[in-house]
Protein backbone atom coordinates (compact mmCIF):
# COMPACT_ATOMS: atom_id res chain seq x y z
CA UNK A 1 0.00 0.00 0.00
CA UNK A 2 0.92 3.59 -0.70
CA UNK A 3 1.73 6.36 1.47
CA UNK A 4 2.70 9.20 1.35
CA UNK A 5 3.47 11.31 5.08
CA UNK A 6 4.05 15.21 4.53
CA UNK A 7 6.04 16.92 7.70
CA UNK A 8 7.61 20.28 7.99
CA UNK A 9 4.29 22.76 8.08
CA UNK A 10 3.92 25.49 10.18
CA UNK A 11 3.05 29.29 10.90
CA UNK A 12 5.60 31.74 9.94
CA UNK A 13 5.76 34.95 9.52
CA UNK A 14 5.93 36.91 6.18
CA UNK A 15 9.32 36.58 4.49
CA UNK A 16 10.09 33.67 6.67
CA UNK A 17 11.06 29.99 5.45
CA UNK A 18 9.98 26.80 5.89
CA UNK A 19 11.01 23.33 4.49
CA UNK A 20 8.65 20.29 3.78
CA UNK A 21 9.40 16.74 3.37
CA UNK A 22 6.97 14.04 1.93
CA UNK A 23 8.04 10.49 2.60
CA UNK A 24 7.07 7.53 0.65
CA UNK A 25 6.11 4.09 1.86
CA UNK A 26 5.11 1.44 -0.40
CA UNK A 27 5.96 3.38 -3.66
CA UNK A 28 9.89 3.88 -4.75
CA UNK A 29 10.07 7.86 -5.67
CA UNK A 30 13.21 6.81 -7.88
CA UNK A 31 11.31 6.08 -11.30
CA UNK A 32 8.42 8.39 -10.87
CA UNK A 33 7.45 12.17 -11.41
CA UNK A 34 6.37 13.85 -8.11
CA UNK A 35 4.79 16.76 -7.19
CA UNK A 36 3.55 19.63 -4.60
CA UNK A 37 0.20 20.74 -4.47
CA UNK A 38 -1.43 22.74 -2.36
CA UNK A 39 -5.53 24.46 -1.51
CA UNK A 40 -6.23 27.29 0.43
CA UNK A 41 -9.78 27.19 2.06
CA UNK A 42 -12.94 27.83 -0.27
CA UNK A 43 -10.04 27.28 -3.31
CA UNK A 44 -9.10 24.55 -5.81
CA UNK A 45 -6.03 22.44 -5.30
CA UNK A 46 -3.18 23.91 -7.41
CA UNK A 47 0.42 22.79 -8.59
CA UNK A 48 3.12 24.00 -6.96
CA UNK A 49 5.83 21.88 -8.58
CA UNK A 50 6.44 18.56 -10.03
CA UNK A 51 9.46 16.88 -10.82
CA UNK A 52 10.55 13.91 -12.63
CA UNK A 53 13.01 11.05 -12.18
CA UNK A 54 16.02 13.31 -13.61
CA UNK A 55 15.06 16.01 -10.69
CA UNK A 56 13.89 18.19 -14.26
CA UNK A 57 11.42 20.41 -12.63
CA UNK A 58 8.35 22.83 -13.49
CA UNK A 59 6.85 25.56 -11.07
CA UNK A 60 4.23 27.46 -10.72
CA UNK A 61 4.86 30.97 -11.71
CA UNK A 62 3.80 32.50 -8.28
CA UNK A 63 6.39 30.50 -6.53
CA UNK A 64 9.27 30.54 -9.52
CA UNK A 65 11.98 31.85 -7.26
CA UNK A 66 10.79 30.96 -4.25
CA UNK A 67 10.56 27.55 -3.86
CA UNK A 68 12.99 24.83 -4.64
CA UNK A 69 11.90 21.00 -4.91
CA UNK A 70 14.83 18.72 -4.07
CA UNK A 71 14.49 14.67 -4.47
CA UNK A 72 16.59 11.95 -2.08
CA UNK A 73 16.19 8.79 -3.79
CA UNK A 74 18.18 7.21 -0.85
CA UNK A 75 15.63 8.21 1.34
CA UNK A 76 12.82 7.64 -1.11
CA UNK A 77 12.27 11.53 -0.17
CA UNK A 78 10.69 14.42 -1.81
CA UNK A 79 11.44 17.88 -0.12
CA UNK A 80 9.63 21.64 -0.96
CA UNK A 81 12.02 24.47 0.73
CA UNK A 82 10.42 27.37 0.41
CA UNK A 83 11.41 31.01 1.13
CA UNK A 84 9.60 34.29 1.13
CA UNK A 85 6.48 33.25 1.89
CA UNK A 86 3.96 35.65 1.57
CA UNK A 87 0.43 35.40 2.92
CA UNK A 88 -1.24 34.01 -0.29
CA UNK A 89 1.28 30.62 0.43
CA UNK A 90 -1.04 30.16 3.31
CA UNK A 91 -2.34 26.53 2.39
CA UNK A 92 -2.30 22.96 2.91
CA UNK A 93 0.58 21.47 0.99
CA UNK A 94 -0.26 17.80 -0.15
CA UNK A 95 2.43 15.15 -1.49
CA UNK A 96 1.32 13.41 -4.74
CA UNK A 97 2.95 10.77 -7.03
CA UNK A 98 2.38 9.42 -10.02
CA UNK A 99 1.22 5.51 -10.79
CA UNK A 100 2.82 5.81 -14.02
CA UNK A 101 5.62 7.74 -15.62
CA UNK A 102 4.09 10.54 -17.20
CA UNK A 103 4.23 14.06 -18.19
CA UNK A 104 5.57 16.70 -16.40
CA UNK A 105 3.01 19.29 -15.66
CA UNK A 106 1.15 20.83 -12.93
CA UNK A 107 -1.92 18.78 -13.64
CA UNK A 108 -3.31 16.98 -10.37
CA UNK A 109 -5.19 14.64 -12.56
CA UNK A 110 -2.27 12.80 -13.43
CA UNK A 111 -1.19 12.09 -9.80
CA UNK A 112 -2.70 8.17 -8.19
CA UNK A 113 -1.30 8.74 -4.74
CA UNK A 114 -1.48 11.22 -1.96
CA UNK A 115 -0.40 12.54 1.69
CA UNK A 116 -2.76 13.80 4.08
CA UNK A 117 -1.37 17.19 3.78
CA UNK A 118 0.38 19.79 6.17
CA UNK A 119 -0.55 23.08 6.78
CA UNK A 120 1.14 26.26 6.17
CA UNK A 121 0.06 29.59 7.54
CA UNK A 122 1.85 32.87 6.70
CA UNK A 123 -0.02 35.35 8.20
CA UNK A 124 -0.27 38.92 6.85
Known amino acids: QVQLQESGGGSVQSGGSLRLSCVAS????????MGWFRQAPGKERDGVVVVDRSSNAVYADVVKGRFTVSRDNARNTVDLQMHNLKPEDTATYYC??????????????????WGRGTQVTSPH
Open 26 to 33: GYTVRGHC
Open 96 to 113: AAQALDGRLALVAADFAH
